[in-house]
């Protein structure tokens, strides 16, 4: 899933490239994806994109103060630009697209899924603030207004596993499975870690790592087109998706724990002091 980083550096593109452009066309690919109809997709066309900003998770296409474009990319989501866009009729429900954006220099991108679970979503809407995702958004971690107090206090009481409490983005926004596994790495800390338990010296070390991990990942995808963003995403993964693979930090091996539709990454040596956390699959197997 496209997280905070690749996402910033999704919106980054799209305002050097997409804004001051009016849209000539919209052409839906995947009718379910689009989950608002007042204003209606057609309250697009000739509109010019005003500004690019991301909210979580979310990209905000803004064409003035009362129109605004809003996607989520979702699990296997993707923005594909093209400098030319296809001519090529899009038909319903036969292709990966989901919506194609036509822009007035004859540029655009489609926004594709794919696989069978049908996840991404966009909305035509006059206030971001309007798609229920956006409204229950927790605050942005990067934002100056987050400090490393106001973790804290976000922390207090809480018994949720810390790896859970960094996904939710209804406490913070825009950190997904994948920069959870890479912050607590970081952090030297166990997924399972209770949030409420962390002692301060913990809760200075997740604060650090977090923003580090999401700032460092920030200025990787900064100036990449799409089709790059995914691939360095990938390239600096210390944990995630190295399953089997030597940990840079102390040369141990990464491990998995795995659930029904998503895995955590870490390293016994750097987390767990060297306690190999049990594999949910097998323990069910076991029974």
């Known amino acids: 899933m496209p997280e905070m980083p690749e996402v910033q550096g999704l919106v980054a593109f799209l305002g050097e490239r997409a804004v001051g452009h009016a849209i000539t066309r919209t052409s839906v690919g995947e009718i379910a994806a689009l989950k608002t109809y007042d ?29 605004h ?5 979702a699990k296997a989501g993707w923005l594909r630009w093209y400098d030319t866009l296809p001519t090529t009729l899009i038909k319903p429900g036969k292709s990966p ?58 922390l207090a009481g809480r018994r949720t596993q810390i790896k859970g409490l960094l996904r ?14 890479e912050i607590l790495h970081a952090a030297k800390m166990s997924p399972y870690a209770p949030a409420a338990n962390l002692d301060d010296d913990e809760i200075d070390r997740l604060y650090s790592a977090m923003q580090t991990t999401l700032r460092e990942a920030i200025s990787e995808a900064a ?11 990938r390239a600096g993964f210390q944990v995630h998706a190295r399953r089997g693979e030597a940990c840079p930090v102390c040369g141990d091996t990464v491990h998995s ?13 750097c987390q767990t002091g060297g306690k190999v956390l049990a594999d949910r699959r097998l323990s069910r197997l076991l029974k």
């Open 39 to 67: 204003p209606p997709n057609t309250a697009l066309h000739g509109a010019t994109i005003t500004g690019a900003s991301r909210q979580g998770k979310f990209v905000v296409l803004s064409l003035g103060d009362d129109l």
């Open 69 to 73: 474009l809003v996607f989520h990319l």
């Open 97 to 154: 697209i989901a919506l194609r954006v036509a822009f007035d220099d004859g540029s655009g991108f489609d926004l594709t899924e794919a696989g069978t679970k049908k996840s991404l979503a966009y909305y035509v809407v006059r206030d971001p603030q309007d798609v229920p995702g956006i409204a229950r958004l927790g605050p942005d971690p990067l934002d100056e207004t987050f400090t490393r107090e106001a973790f804290a206090a976000l």
């Open 168 to 181: 939710d983005q209804g406490l913070i926004a825009g950190i997904g499975n994948a920069y959870s596994d």
């Open 223 to 233: 100036g990449k087109p799409p089709a790059d963003l995914k691939d360095a995403k």
């Open 257 to 269: 724990v795995f659930f029904a539709d998503r895995s955590l990454e870490y390293c016994p040596t």
